[in-house]
């Protein structure tokens, strides 16, 4: 079992910055693989980023440039750093842990952002 918790969102104006952190606890092993997905209303959960423990990073092609995903191993949190926010970033975001990319895994509760143009 793994609790997620997810803190830093907001509402930003476009073109602004926000910091999402995702604090874990519970079972290391189902740490290796963290990031965030995004549900924006009426569409599916998208990957946004993920991190590995090792350090490997995928993102989505919309956010690549503008995002930076990082974790801390020592305190179980990975951060979302946001930057040059548009409109279309407006969604819930969610963190989520696993052990293996087949597994769905562990969900935190969602953090909102909103991003006004």
């Known amino acids: 079992q793994v609790q997620l918790v997810e803190s830093g969102g907001g509402l930003v104006q476009a073109g602004g910055s926000l910091r999402l952190s995702c604090v874990a606890s519970?079972?290391?092993?189902?740490?290796?693989?963290m990031g965030w997905y995004r549900q924006a209303p009426r569409d599916q959960r998208e990957l946004v980023a993920y991190?590995?423990?090792?350090?490997?990073?995928k993102y989505a092609d919309s956010v690549k440039g503008r995002f930076i995903i990082s974790r801390d191993n020592n305190k179980n949190t990975i951060y979302l750093q946001m930057d040059s926010l548009r409109s279309e970033d407006t969604a819930v975001y969610y963190c989520?842990?696993?052990?293996?990319?087949?597994?769905?895994?562990?969900w935190g509760q969602g953090t909102q952002v909103t991003v006004s143009s």
């Open positions: 519970g079972s290391i092993p189902s740490m290796n693989i």
């Open positions: 989520n842990s696993r052990l293996r990319q087949s597994e769905t895994g562990y």
């Open positions: 991190i590995t423990r090792a350090g490997t990073t």
